[in-house]
């Protein structure tokens, strides 16, 4: 595929802010050697970038990351893509929303995930950031679209960005890249803080309405109004 002077320009900013978002991850101990990965949709084209396939974070660099149509297919980049990149693919195709995708095996969320049990909303943080508790999505297998499919359906009935697939680990989505990376980072320290209050007793559910309230304020009066943290 030859792609169009403005697809390229495009393509080429979303290399260096993929590669430099992947920083993110193990600067926030979301992940372990090779693991986890950050994909960007290309605005205006069937297109993603996403990270190439087993190479360490420190050896990443714009020019490693690999370009893949919405099929999951290279069309950019001398490596093989993420073994993420099928589900990841299934993703944009189906949430027109969706404008990065983000996996984790960040350690208290996979916990969570581990037991197929969902994170409940019993901190205004959780009702903050995923609107109710973050959902489970059921185990599926890695290499085809099968983890992608749980995750649209799982999502689809929930306003998380963020999914545990069960047995696997944490997805997360969102308009962009960025934003999906701090639903990530979220994420763990919601489960690690929930699984501390665990330790001590019964954790007291936030309630429904208090639920809507705080989360209908954090994304539509919290921050500043260009960008909000």
Not at 11 to 29: F, I, K, M
Request: aromatic share 6%; charged share 20%.
């Amino acid at each position: 595929m030859t792609l169009t002077q403005d697809v390229a320009r495009t393509v080429a900013g979303l290399r260096d802010d993929v590669c430099a978002l992947h920083a993110e991850l193990p600067r926030y101990g979301l992940v372990a050697w090779t693991a986890g990965n950050v994909s960007a949709r290309v605005p205006g084209a069937e297109l993603l970038v996403i990270k190439p396939s087993g190479v360490r974070y420190e050896d990443l660099t714009p020019q490693s990351m690999v370009v893949c149509d919405l099929d999951g297919t290279v069309v950019e980049g001398d490596h093989a893509p993420s073994s993420d990149t099928a589900a990841q693919a299934y993703v944009y195709r189906h949430r027109a929303d969706v404008g990065g995708v983000v996996h984790t095996h960040s350690p208290y969320a996979t916990a969570w995930a581990a037991r197929a049990e969902p994170v409940p909303c019993v901190l205004t943080m959780c009702a903050d950031e995923f609107g109710g508790d973050i959902p489970v999505g059921p185990f599926a297998m890695i290499g085809d679209d099968s983890i992608g499919r749980g995750i649209v359906e799982t999502l689809a009935g929930s306003r998380s960005p963020a999914v545990l697939m069960q047995n696997h680990g944490v997805f997360a989505v969102g308009p962009t890249a960025r934003d999906a990376v701090k639903a990530a980072v979220m994420c763990e320290d919601v489960a690690r803080t929930t699984h501390l209050a665990r330790q001590l007793g019964a954790p007291v559910p936030v309630s429904e309405a208090d639920t809507d309230r705080l989360f209908e304020r954090y994304q539509h009066v919290y921050g500043q109004q260009e960008e909000r943290s």
